[in-house]
Nanobody
Framework: QVQLVESGGGSVHPGGSLRLSCLASGVPYRGNCIGWFRQAPGKEREGVASIYTNGGSPYYADSVKGRFTISQDNAKNTVWLQMNNLKPDDTAMYLC????????????????????WGQGTQVTVSS
């Protein structure tokens, strides 16, 4: 059974930082696309960043480029999302998602391309 468990959310002031983690279990870690998504109340779920567990360049939404960094530790089956210079618009539930990827060309930020989802961790940015 595939499980994705997120942690690291919280409340910060604008300009602050948080690091989210996603622990994947129940599936071979290698050969997957793992993504971070977010959903604010009343808004559609949107992709933030994704990474191919076999390596290669990650994929970022324009809204977070230069502020967020996705990284991974294969030995720990963990993907992180380092979020810097947070803004109130970044307030949302952040969810980790995964799916098998035949190759890095399959990397995307579309919710339709991910099968397995975690429960999410809340990020609130306010003054």
């Amino acid at each position: 059974q595939v499980q994705l468990v997120e942690s690291g959310g919280g409340s910060v002031h604008p300009g602050g930082s948080l690091r989210l983690s996603c622990l994947a279990s129940g599936v071979p870690y290698r050969g997957n696309c793992i993504g971070w998504f977010r959903q604010a109340p009343g808004k559609e779920r949107e992709g933030v960043a994704s990474i191919y567990t076999n390596g290669g360049s990650p994929y970022y939404a324009d809204s977070v480029k230069g502020r967020f960094t996705i990284s991974q530790d294969n030995a720990k089956n963990t993907v992180w999302l380092q979020m810097n210079n947070l803004k109130p618009d970044d307030t949302a539930m952040y969810l980790c998602a995964a799916n098998f990827c035949p190759g890095i060309s399959w990397l995307s930020l579309s919710t339709a391309d991910f099968v397995y989802w975690g429960q999410g961790t809340q990020v609130t940015v306010s003054s």
